[in-house]
């Protein structure tokens, strides 16, 4: 990475008269704005930057220098799944025939993006034990959204709408979790975890009762432990009359192993974008596609394809019982064709060998890894496995996030840290299946080397990183004194003082 | 496998490392009855070169715009893509990169971001903008519940010149939070102002309105405005952001919140998804922004760098009390717009626009002067989009013009039609476009 001075904003490169594009002289006969567009009020001054294309070119590759991504190198976050983004599918993204495809053209002129829709509603639906998907939320937490309102849907369906106001989180769970139930509408309350990093039975029959409209779990979960519990979870839960929605995030320890329709879950959603190896560009675009049992089939939403009797492909109409839609189109379409050509490449025979590997790769870096660096709850673990630095923290006054710092150093993209909430000092690394054997292999040397550090040498670990672009950040003047744009005359005044 | 490196003398070593006989003892936590141990049904594996052809395949069955020329639009439009947007986006640095949670190793992510709020900032002259939405229709409702909550009013007013697509998706979110919407009529191609005034109270929270709207016709935003702060609530704009090349933008009239959709700022229409949203307010209301925002600090040496903040607005900090649930965003296609507004500049952006507002005016007066066609609302001041009055059904229009290798518009009824001209559609494309129509026989 390059670790110049800093590259110069758009706005500081701007120069008048400048300008990156080429396009065509007014073939139509000539007419004043002014007479057709009678009614506006016209702006005075756009201001946008003015450069030549190379100017631009440069600068976004100067730009693209200072990160760090999958194809430089290894990126072990936890709960992420940063696995390999195979160019395959991105080639298929760049064909005409979809990237240019309106969304309003008629179904009968875009039978081949149809099919990509219908094909993934029946494939995700099969990898989930589902009966049904909805291919329309734009990321996870969208999914969640979109699952909690059928659960909704669902009761006040059947009378109990009013009753049923609580969604059950454990205290493990994704923030999104807890964020997505309230805003549906719903209260939440957090589950414990037992010492084993599962779902507290006990602590579990203590909060279920006829207001409880369903539970939320990611399973394995983010402990990177499967729930060994669910079919009693189930149970309980579905006694209550609750239903089970299972946060998908972490499929990629189950695909072709286990399938969450199979162990009671009634809904779920998947994040294309983690398991089936959609790039995340950054922070997106995701697609969250929701799954459902058959007794959440009348609540989908807009966007359902369907297939004639001659074979076509057409767009259901919603039901009377449809909860509307949560976006304006069909699904991230994009991003669902380029799942589409990953599992493709799987197929039913291979499709295994993901969350095998996955699972394979997690436990190697366990076993290594966890010689020197203790492990949360030091077992068989799926996709992922959490550290703790709770030891290291104590002896050398050396946290979690110095390891990560200093990890940079040497060449890595730090894993998740401090989450799950419930671990210590937490390091939450998820290696999934695309790294190799050498790569875990030096990654687990760099963390021995920076184990030693930390005995020996702290101050490097607390200095770091020295390497990078730039080093550690004034995080607390940013929002403190949040300048958020480049003009950065801009205050919201409320701790100026 | 191609993208899985171990091999099997690799799984045995590592195995073996782990203390356990087979791969699927890997799977021993998950009780017996919860394995899957059969096939899916889903599809047989393909190799690279039988799938690339299949995939080549299934794209050729579509009537994309590079191969036909489109006047389709309602909210997701065919303009032009500069070739910087590919390069840029095809860099793997930036596409195969995580959320930029570690700012010292994604100054490139975070950068691009700063840059983006701050031309979406300009282009909307909007004191602040977050690092994206899902798409425009979600972020109108974000905006909408950001609204009540500010004013701790629980009623919204949208007007029926909104986007049916959009107003489909606020009233599935804000059933969930409790916010009563009521729809101002349409008259003539626009809002009803006089409606609007009659039915605005003290118990509303924000105005909603898209401007341009549905029909491609321009609102009478400065009037909105002036209306909805005499009754203290909001107002939330969905412009077109090409618009704003020409317009006034909702900065300059007092807009409180704008929720856009940004798919025509260097974005693939790609079926309809992803999309891109837009999404600033006024400084004062940036502590109740919805998703993430990055801010501009020093690092420890004192240079200048860049860093998500703002955080304890977010889910992941704080959990069910977020200002919202948003979580992964669309980052990828801020920077494809970010890489757009920067190759088209302050000429160029107008150039589209003036290009995109000539050829629709060209195109909707040949139309209108067609036996049987009509403008849908003479009075009104259009865009880029307009509806016609037809003869005959839209869809036999269509299946008219398909014959010729033209989409023809989308159907806003039976005999009534929205058409969308950009800068990418040429006068003999306009032309070929109103001689089907001319056909008398209809």
Redo the contacts between chains.
Sequence with gaps: ?SKQL??P???EL?RPG????E??V??????P?AD????????DD??????A?PD??R???H??????????GF?P?GS?T?????K?N?????????????????PR?????M??LY?MQ??LA??G?MDACSLQP?????G??LGL?LI?AYHEDHGNGAIKDTILTPDAA???N????????YR?AAVKSHSRGRVDIDHLRSLLNERVAGIMLTNPNTLG??E?N??QIAELVHGVGGLLYCDGANMNALV????PG??GFDVMHFNL?KTF?T?????????GPVAVKKALIPYL??GLVAKTADGAYTFEKPGPLS??????????????LRAY?Y?????????S??A??A???A??L???LGKDLDVAYN??C?HECIFTAKRQQKAYGVKAYDI??RL?DYGY??PTIY?PLIVHEALMIEPT?????E?LDAFVEAMQAILTEARETPELLSAA?VT????????A???RH???????D?????NDA | ??????TDA??K???A????AS?DD??????E????SG????????D?IA??K??????????????FP?F?G???Y?H?V?P?V???L???????????Y????????L?????F???I???F?M???N??M?????GLAEAA?MAADLTGRKRVLVFETV?P??Q??L???L????IEIVVVPNRDGAGDLGALEELLGDGDAAVLVQHPNFFGN?E?V?DIVRLAHAAGALVIESPDPIS??????PG??GVDIVAA?GQSLGC????????LGLFACK??F??RLPG??????????G???F?M????R?????????T??????????A?AS??Y????????????A??S???A??AADRISKIPGFSLTYPN??F?KEFAIETPALVDEI?KAL?SEGI?GG?ALGEKRMLVAVT?QR???E?DRFVDVMRRTDW
Excluded at chain 1, 138 to 142: E, P
Excluded at chain 2, 17 to 20: N, Y
Excluded at chain 2, 268 to 275: N, T, V, Y
């Design positions: 990475m800093g590259e904003l758009l706005f701007s400048r300008k990156a594009v396009l065509p007014s073939d139509v006969p000539d007419a704005l057709l567009l009678a009614a506006a009020d016209f702006r756009l201001p946008l930057p003015e450069l294309e631009v070119i600068h976004y590759t730009l693209s220098q200072r990160n760090y991504s999958i194809d430089s990126y976050l992420c940063m696995k390999y983004n195979p395959i991105e080639e298929a993204a760049r064909l005409p025939g979809f990237a240019r495809l309106h969304p309003a053209t008629p002129l875009a039978q081949g993006a099919r990509v094909d029946h494939i099969e990898i034990g734009a990321a996870g937490a969208h969640e959204l309102m909704k994704h923030g999104t807890p964020a997505s139930a309230a805003r549906c509408g939440t432990l499967f060994d669910i079919d072709g192993r286990a399938r199979d162990m974008h190896s790039p995340h560009g950054g922070g997106g675009p995701g697609s939403p807009s909860i509307g839609s949560v976006a304006a189109g069909f699904g991230s379409f994009m991003v669902i050509v599992i493709l490449t799987y197929g039913r025979e291979k499709i060998r993901i095998e590997n699972v394979l790769n436990n190697y366990r076993m290594r077992e068989l799926m990560a710092k940079m993209h730090p989450f299946e695309t790294e190799s054997r790569t990183p990078t672009p730039v080093r550690r950040l004034d995080e003047t940013a929002a949040p300048c958020l744009r480049w003009s950065c801009v205050s919201d005044g409320a | 496998m191609a993208y899985i490196a171990n690799d799984q070593a590592m195995l490392e782990i203390g356990l791969i890997l799977f021993s936590q998950i009780p009855q919860d394995r899957f096939q899916l049904d889903i599809p047989a594996s393909l690279q799938l690339q299949y995939i080549a395949r299934l794209a050729g069955l579509n009537a994309d715009s590079e191969k489109t389709l309602a909210g997701v065919d032009y500069p910087t590919g390069a840029v095809g860099r793997s640095e930036f596409y195969t990169s995580y959320t930029p570690q700012p010292e190793i994604s100054q490139g992510v950068q691009s971001i700063y840059e709020q701050t031309l900032g300009e282009l002259a004191d602040v903008a690092a994206s899902y798409d425009g229709a979600t519940i986007s697509a959009y489909a998706v009233r599935t979110y059933r969930h939070s409790a321009l009478a400065r704003l090349a020409l317009l006034d933008p300059a009239y959709e693939p229409m790609g079926f309809g998804g992803p999309l400084s004062e940036m502590r993430r925002v990055v801010g501009e600090t020093k690092d420890i040496e240079k200048r760098a860093v903040t703002l955080r304890t977010e889910q992941d900090i704080r959990r069910e009390k977020a919202s649930n948003i979580c992964t965003n669309v980052a990828l296609y920077l970010a890489v507004l920067a190759t088209m500049g302050k000429t160029g952006l107008r150039e589209v003036e290009l507002t000539r050829k005016h060209y009104a001041t865009f269509n398909w989409v989308y800068e040429t006068s003999e306009i």
